[in-house]
């Protein structure tokens, strides 16, 4: 398992003061209120920032970061993401994961067959949508309902689905 999970990514500044605007990746928007540091991937390397205060816009979260005091230094960031270590994630209700710890996992029939590997994970809202690439090339899309994804056993890397509910492209 990972040790850092993706929380956001900075799409731009915000004002002169050093703020910058994160499109969240978390369930819970009001999730950033509670962290008191966050980690930015600026050239292969994270950096620690302490949170100094958090506002909301819309859809996206505005963060003035101890050490950011202005738009040229905030300009910088602009497309990084932005990650937490693990012991500072929320903990999460059964049956729920990590996108971090789905990704990459082995995905297989009822019949124990591999399909491909889960590759990446998709929000429309009403559920999520599970992209599996199949060893042939082929992308297959799962929605995430209990009726098409049977199992998730995260330790042994392994989804079980029902392939009639996959769309195969």
């Known amino acids: 398992m990972k040790d850092y999970l993706e929380i956001g990514q900075i799409v731009n500044t915000h004002g002169l003061k050093g703020y ?3 499109v969240p990746f978390t369930d819970s928007i009001n999730r950033f209120e509670e962290l008191t540091k966050i980690y930015i991937q600026y050239k292969k390397e994270l950096i620690e920032f302490k949170i100094e205060k958090v506002k909301y816009l819309k859809k996206l979260v505005t963060l003035k970061l101890i050490g950011i005091n202005d738009i040229n230094e905030a300009e910088k960031y602009k ?8 012991e500072d994630a929320k903990k999460l ?7 971090a710890d789905l990704i990459g996992l082995n995905v297989y029939d009822e ?4 399909i491909g590997k889960l590759n990446d994970i998709y929000n429309t809202g009403s559920n999520d949508i599970y ?25 042994n890397g392994k989804i079980i689905v029902d392939v009639n509910g996959g769309i195969y492209n």
């Open 79 to 86: 497309n990084s993401y932005i990650f937490i270590k693990r």
């Open 20 to 22: 910058i605007k994160v």
């Open 111 to 114: 019949k124990d067959k591999l």
């Open 131 to 155: 992209v599996v690439n199949s060893d042939n090339g082929k992308q297959i899309l799962f929605p995430a309902l209990k009726s098409v994804i049977k199992q998730i056993d995260v330790k």
């Open 93 to 99: 209700d059964e049956d729920t994961y990590f996108i």
